[in-house]
């Protein structure tokens, strides 16, 4: 494979685990890795006191996750864009791997209790539903394949 791994991104250990597994695909298979981290500003703070503060801090969460997955992948000999985003997490995501024409889309497993299927999340799901390129779910406690 060749092109570009997108890897979604925030700051999470399933994210983190993620974006090692998609930097080894990306560094064996000589692509691009795309790590988008997406602020869902309408989420749950919407209309909330303190709105802007929250978003602001979630923006800062995902600028610093994203600079640890550009570290790891410069490391790695990898080339990455790191990419920032705000909207509906999944419907970037997916808008992003169009854009880039990725060729893949790797997302961590969140373990989260009430998701509508055991470790897999709802944004997860949705990706996993829309994708018209293959999808990588990767456990947190993963590890990133041999080379």
Known sequence: ??????????????????????????????AVLRAVAVVDHEGAAR?????????RGHERACAAALDHVARRAAEAGVEIEPVLRRGRIAARLLAEAEACHAAMIVLGRMERPGHVIAGIGSHTLHVIEFARIPVLVVPAAAAAPDD
């Not at 925030?10 to 685990?17: H, I, L, P, R």
């Not at 209309?47 to 978003?55: I, K, N, Q, S, W």
């Open 1 to 30: 494979m060749t092109g570009t791994i997108l890897v979604g991104i925030n700051d999470s250990a399933a994210s983190f685990a993620a974006a090692d597994v998609a930097i080894a695909h990306a560094r064996r298979d000589g």
């Open 47 to 55: 209309g909330m006191p303190g709105e802007d503060a929250l978003v």
